[in-house]
């Protein structure tokens, strides 16, 4: 062991050092969200599709290829003009802004219910990431 390693072992400075690390590194991921519990976030969905499908058009646009799109963009769908115009790329960040309250975000869209609760949305967006990538979007973004 080299002197200054056990000059700072010593003097309490070793542990004091790797806990402030250890909180610097720990600190940050577990100020992160906790990842979304798909399986309610599907429950969730389940609310949804009133107006929403994963590969088809209704009311609402469909949500395959969902994540990176930008609002107002599938086509054949008709938008509202306020979505056409809100200049929103969908990521779980910009989707959790809007589910919370989609008038206030786009005012003038034609999307009226929110999604108040916060772990609600979190659960919904993880459904909505995973079932993007689900064998169903694959073949209706193939197709």
């Not at 609002?71 to 938008?79: E, H, N, Q």
């Not at 802004?97 to 967006?125: C, H, N, W």
């Amino acid at each position: 062991m080299t002197n200054w390693l056990k000059s700072w072992r010593r003097r309490g400075w070793l542990a004091a050092g790797a806990m402030a690390l250890g909180v610097t590194v720990f600190g940050t991921c577990a100020a992160a969200a906790p990842p979304g519990d798909t399986r309610h976030g599907e429950e969730v969905y389940s609310l949804c599709l009133a107006c929403h499908a994963l590969a088809e058009n209704r009311t609402g646009p469909r949500h395959c290829g969902l994540f990176g799109r930008r609002a107002g963009s599938v086509p054949g769908f008709a938008y509202s003009e306020a979505m056409k115009r809100s200049g929103i790329v969908w990521s779980a960040a910009t989707l959790d802004g809007f589910l919370a309250a989609p008038s206030q975000v786009v005012p003038g869209t034609a999307m009226y219910v929110d999604v108040r609760d916060a772990k609600e949305r979190a659960d919904l967006i993880a459904y909505l990431e995973q079932a993007g990538r689900s064998e169903i979007c694959k073949a209706a973004q193939s197709g």
